[in-house]
């Protein structure tokens, strides 16, 4: 099954894919923002170009694990974008993966400048692995609609 891992952002969406199997996470690409419109079509072009069957996208959780203002955003978006497409789409955790890929990045020696691309789509990656992860470990059903809810 292949799965398609989005970082929300207001500007740009990070993308990432799965390997087939499901094992994997890699980057895959960064949508700049124009238009819902924009937005929703060149995702599915992704959806249709590798078979996804499912979508994970980062869902922004305090520290302390409440929900913030950019959860309702996510919210939305997914709600109409699962409409859009006719796959489940999967809200997990993103705490500190932004963080985390800028720390990636900076010790790869990626400079400032050129990474404003990149860490969305590495961010993406994070997400999604850290979503397979969770399922190869058995920790949810790897059929949970939502594993935020579950």
């Excluded at 499901?22 to 590798?50: E, P």
């Excluded at 900076?106 to 961010?123: E, I, Q, Y």
């Amino acid at each position: 099954m292949r799965i398609l891992g989005l970082d929300y952002g207001e500007k740009r969406i990070g993308v990432a894919l799965c390997d087939e199997l499901g094992l994997t996470a890699q980057a895959l690409t960064t949508v700049i923002r124009k238009s819902w419109r924009n937005d929703v079509g060149i995702i599915a072009s992704l959806v249709r170009t590798y078979d996804v069957e499912k979508i994970v996208i980062g869902y922004p959780l305090r520290l302390d694990g409440t929900e913030g203002i950019q959860c309702e955003k996510v919210v939305r978006f997914a709600r109409r974008l699962e409409a859009a497409l006719g796959i489940p789409v999967i809200r997990w955790d993103e705490t500190l993966t932004t963080k985390e890929a800028e720390e990636i990045l900076s010790r790869s020696g990626v400079p400032p400048r050129k990474r404003r691309g990149v860490v969305d789509r590495l961010a993406a990656s994070l997400i999604l692995q850290s979503y397979l992860d969770a399922i190869s470990q058995e920790k949810i059903p790897s059929d949970a609609c939502d594993a935020n809810e579950s």
